[in-house]
């Protein structure tokens, strides 16, 4: 079996991996639950800053990760997670069960110490309590992954074009570009996933996504502005672009120009002074992407509601405790519906999450109620409602977090056009930039690329360095009008876990009009 | 599983070296050769709702090696990078080197390797044998000591205890402890054509960042701890959260305006590493995307504040003997006395700098004229939370950010250069909202913080009701005093230590959030 690695090695393991879980893990004592997952990505990309080339890399990335649930008279969790190469190949079956033992240990010493401190500490004590997981189907499942240009058969000359060349389009958008950069990537992914229970389930993903940053110079200082793009498929997005009608993606070259030309021309616009008060604010479906991700994706992960982020990312206002939260609520105006959707065409699709359990959609706001979060299996067993496949990991040798897949506002029926047509005075708020948002989401500051002021339903002056600001629940009360604009975006980079994981996902949403508080500089 | 010995490490380092000095197109080459652990404890105790204590022991191990070369080629010098994981043989060298020739492009930046600086690095074993060798019974019990010290203040606490009339009703409160403990185990060897005797490096750290919070009493604080050794540790986060969110029960809201504030060592930390670092690194620098763009050798902050860069400090968690380039490490100023005097960089920046014909404009000076200012000092291969990776290119990465003051100040004479205030010691989400060189950054205050009355600190502060909306020019020419008292502070998944003081600063901008809350929960 030695040889490089490659994708089609999972095949060749599958089984074993698959017996290693299902018959020697299940031996060990008091051991509960196993799952592992394997992965095997080969990856080719290039970067280039200035117009010039800068580096290109083709090359395999190989790892696992180990869950066990064990213990005698509690049950606990233990991980392990490695990353390996081409010489675990021959040894393949050793170096896992290594793995899985080490995560035994782990989890009997960890259910060892809980019983422990169930012990001491009396009452404080009983909610320590044995890990459990809801039950899913058993599957076994191969879903191959979709693409037109096998990022395999590109070759590592043409991503350096692709990087020099769009990076030349971003420079060549004016002298006010000081610096701009590039790069551009394509891989073929597959995970394998098996667990105790016998699950065997075998996915294989296409990525493309390139990445620009144009730095701009101009007499109000300067603009750096950066954005991706990218699509669950092969070559053929950054060469010739996609459109489906929701993912509206050009070539990457004009993804590129169109940046920089944007940077330099928000560059020139005179700052944002904000006014005072609130005022009426239409947003467009490039800024509600981040607008939901933030506000309505992160608060509807239920790892945070139940306070497994109290450290870090953040917990969510929608949860207080089992008895005190907002499922079954107003939390908006009746316009806004957002749900997350791993069965859509996106950044964050897939058939099973890795719990193992089946992709579905999940309603968070319907009608301005919220209804349902994002779960695993066993923060849905806590809860006592179905899991809705929502655990992924960034690498196989992390552990899967609970994550926004395609997590989006819902298309309403409104013209965007007759949106800012209706506005008397306000603003037009248009593309994303950088967000700061409060603990548990209650609060948000997102800044814009643009911002337009509005006079009797006309577009004006443009502003940089724009953005809103506002309650969460007061601003999403004050939604009155939604787009049948629908767009989705692909968001690369959400961090979460420690260590940190970036995960990509999509989100979206229409055009949407509401009142808040304009933000400028400071 | 353990860590892979030093000795292998090293002879793959040597063999590798000598291997690729036989290919007649390589011109320079560098072999990086690194094992890693990283070993997390994610803490989760709810009170009222069902959870594990210690919700996440795990680890991710890597070792492998990575090679920078440069090859002849007949349109120049191309350079590639390659990494091959696990396989610490020839053929594994082999392969590494496929990739970087496979992947070697014309760089016009390029200059060469790391040359050798005729330093020598000062740090001698000052790693820790108890976190190498750490077992996963010994690395459980490092955890669960950290929530049974937070389980015991809470069940202790006579505040408590009034507060919810009965030991029953305690766990009624909503008591949270989360967080985590980061253990690493990092080993290298380095090579080069330029410094071809086999440099080697072992260091070890431990952090911990502990959340606290009574969640019916709004009440908020933490704990944490930076160590190399493990022996310093005995679960005192998990304690010092319990204890400060305590401390902050009966929280107030604060009406929004521009308040003298002081920052408290976390708060100060965020503020610096997100909004402030990114502008004092060479790469952003060469972007034109820093805030200090021409401003070398003039006065951009208050002439109290002194921050500099040192990872070779004996004893301080981040240092360590050389860079991942294979160059001793050592300190660089970035801003003394309020004077702009320096940037990070590792050797390709500084090397590309110095070359840059918009270098001065760039700087503000002639970069000749400052090269050992902006010396490749920080060149680290950093990534999974941590680590010294054999896949990753050299990135510019802080070690220990020290920020001292012009004139000593207790943390009472701090206070009193306030007079009447708050005292912010939490914050998160900080960010840089208008981009890293308009200097806006917002974020909100989630913790550890109080109003300050006649220079003391008076009531907390109602966590998660106040945004601070501010510029990094205004704070660091704002500020009133620096304390001497500096606390050794980490962030979310970064490794690098900032030793941070109280800072006072006046007129800074607060604005009130979330009144709704009061009515939801």
């Known amino acids: ?522 | 599983m353990s860590i892979l010995p030093l000795s292998r490490l090293k002879a793959l380092a040597q063999d590798a070296l000598a291997y690729l000095g036989t290919q007649p197109d390589i011109s320079e080459a560098e072999v990086f050769v690194s094992a890693n652990t990283n070993l997390t404890l994610r803490l989760n105790y709810t009170s009222r709702i069902p959870s594990n204590g210690v919700e996440e022991p795990k680890s991710v191990e890597s070792y492998g090696l990575g090679l920078r070369v440069a090859f002849n080629s007949p349109e120049g010098v191309k350079t590639g990078f390659g990494s091959e994981p696990t396989d610490l043989n020839l053929e594994g060298v082999r392969r590494a080197l496929d990739k970087a020739r496979m992947g070697a492009v014309l760089d016009p930046d390029y200059v060469s390797l790391p040359h050798p600086t005729g330093r020598k690095p000062t740090l001698r074993r000052y790693h820790d044998p108890a976190i190498m060798r750490i077992s996963n019974g010994k690395m459980l019990e490092v955890g669960w000591e950290t929530v049974e010290k937070a389980l015991e203040v809470f069940t202790s606490s006579e505040e408590l205890l009034n507060a919810a009339s009965s030991p029953q009703g305690v766990k009624d409160i909503g008591l949270i402890l989360g967080g985590d403990v980061v253990m690493l185990q990092e080993r290298i060897a380095i090579a080069s054509t330029h410094m071809p005797k086999v440099q080697t490096d072992e260091s070890t750290m431990l952090m911990a960042f502990v959340t606290g919070m009574l969640e019916d009493e709004h009440a908020k604080g933490t704990g944490w701890h930076v160590s190399s050794y493990l022996a310093d540790y005995s679960g005192q986060p998990g304690r010092d959260a319990a204890r400060s969110a305590i401390a902050t029960m009966g929280g107030q809201r604060a009406g929004s305006g521009a308040y003298r504030v002081v920052l408290g060592p976390q708060a100060f930390t965020e503020i610096l590493e997100w909004v402030l670092m990114p502008s004092l690194q060479l790469d952003v620098v060469y972007a034109g995307a820093s805030t200090f763009m021409g401003k070398v050798g003039q006065r951009v902050a208050s002439e109290e504040l002194y921050l500099y860069d040192d990872g070779s400090m004996p004893g301080l968690a981040a240092s360590r003997a050389i860079t991942d380039e294979g160059v001793p490490t050592g300190r660089t100023d970035l801003i003394r006395d309020g004077v702009l005097v320096g940037f990070l960089s590792n050797y390709y920046e500084q090397q590309r700098m110095l070359r840059d014909p918009k270098g001065g404009e760039k700087l503000g000076v002639d970069p000749a004229s400052i090269a050992d200012a902006i010396a490749g000092r920080n060149g680290f291969r950093t990534g999974r939370g941590g680590g010294r990776n054999f896949d990753a290119m050299p990135s510019i990465t802080p070690t220990n950010l020290v920020i001292e003051g012009k004139t000593p100040r207790t943390p009472d004479d701090v206070l009193r250069q306030v007079g009447d205030g708050i005292y912010i010691g939490r914050i998160w989400y900080t960010y840089p909202v208008n981009g890293i060189a308009a200097g806006d950054f917002s974020g909100t205050i989630v913790g550890d913080s109080y109003f300050i009355k006649d220079g003391r600190i008076a009531a907390p502060i109602k966590p998660n009701t106040l945004r601070m909306n501010e510029n990094i020019h205004n704070v660091l020419n704002n500020i009133l005093a620096v304390g001497s008292e500096r606390t050794r502070t980490v962030r979310w998944s970064s490794d690098q230590v900032t030793w941070a003081p109280e800072v006072a600063v006046d007129d800074f901008h607060l604005d009130e959030i979330a009144g709704y809350m009061e009515d939801v929960y």
Not at chain 1, 69 to 74: H, M, S
Not at chain 1, 90 to 96: G, H, K
Request: with cysteine; glycine share 10%; aromatic share 8%.
């Open chain 1, 1 to 522: 079996m030695s040889g490089t690695v490659d994708i089609e090695f999972l095949e060749k393991v599958r089984s074993q991996i698959g017996a290693l879980v299902t018959e020697d893990a299940r031996k060990l004592p008091s051991l509960r639950y196993c799952d592992v997952r394997m992965q095997v990505k080969e990856e080719k990309g290039a970067a280039a800053e200035n117009g010039v080339e800068k580096m290109s890399a083709e090359d395999y990335t190989f790892d696992f990760g180990v869950r066990v649930i064990a213990g005698a008279k509690a049950s606990a969790p233990g991980y392990y997670g490695r990353l390996l190469g081409n010489a675990d190949v021959d040894n393949i079956a050793q170096v896992v069960m290594e793995g899985i033992k080490e995560a035994h240990q782990r989890a009997v010493a960890n259910a060892r110490m809980k019983v422990r401190a169930r012990g001491r500490f009396g009452s404080l004590g009983d909610a320590l309590y044995d890990t459990q997981l809801a039950p899913v189907s058993i599957v076994e499942d191969s879903v191959p992954a979709t693409y037109e240009q096998d990022p395999r058969e590109v070759s590592l000359e043409e991503t350096v074009r692709m990087a020099v060349d769009s990076c030349r389009a971003a420079q060549g958008a004016g002298d006010q570009v000081v610096y701009s950069a590039t790069s551009a990537s394509t891989f073929l992914l597959r995970e394998l996933f098996c667990s105790s229970e016998g699950s065997i389930i075998d996915q294989t993903f296409a990525q493309t996504e390139g990445f620009v940053i144009a730095i701009c110079n101009s007499e109000y200082g300067t603009m750096e502005i950066y954005d991706f793009t990218g699509h669950q498929r092969g070559w053929e997005i950054l060469t010739r672009g996609y459109d489906n009608g929701t993912i509206t993606l050009p070539n990457f070259e004009v993804f590129c120009r169109n940046l920089a030309a944007d940077g330099v021309e928000v560059a020139n616009a005179p700052p944002l002074k904000a006014p005072e008060k609130e005022c009426v604010v239409v947003t467009d479906p490039h800024f509600n992407t981040l607008l939901v991700h933030e506000v309505v994706g992160h608060p509807s992960e239920l790892d945070r509601a139940l306070k497994y982020e109290t450290s870090y990312a953040g917990r969510s206002w929608f949860f207080r405790d089992m008895q005190d939260n907002q499922m079954g609520k107003q939390v908006a105006s009746p316009l806004v519906t957002a749900y997350s959707d791993p069965t859509m065409e996106g950044f964050g699709s897939f058939k099973y999450d890795h719990d193992g359990t089946p992709a579905r959609r999940a309603y968070h706001i319907r009608s301005g109620t919220f209804e349902e979060f994002l779960n695993n299996r066993q923060t849905a067993a806590i809860l006592g409602v179905p899991p809705n496949g929502s655990a992924r990991a960034t690498e196989a040798n992390l552990i899967p977090l609970i994550r926004m897949t395609n997590t989006v506002f819902e298309a309403g029926q409104q013209d965007p056009q007759s949106i800012i047509g209706e506005v008397e005075e306000g603003y037009y708020v248009s593309g994303h930039r950088v967000p700061s948002v409060a603990e548990s989401r209650e609060n948000f500051r997102i800044t814009a690329v643009k911002v337009y002021e509005i006079k009797n339903g006309q577009l004006g002056q443009l502003y940089r360095d724009g953005g809103i600001t506002s309650d969460s629940r007061d601003y999403f009360m004050s939604i009155d009008a939604v787009g049948s604009d629908f767009k989705m975006y692909p968001i690369p980079n959400c961090g979460k876990g420690q260590p940190m994981q970036a995960k990509r996902m999509s989100n979206g949403g229409p055009t949407m009009r509401g009142v808040a508080k304009l933000t400028g500089r400071g």
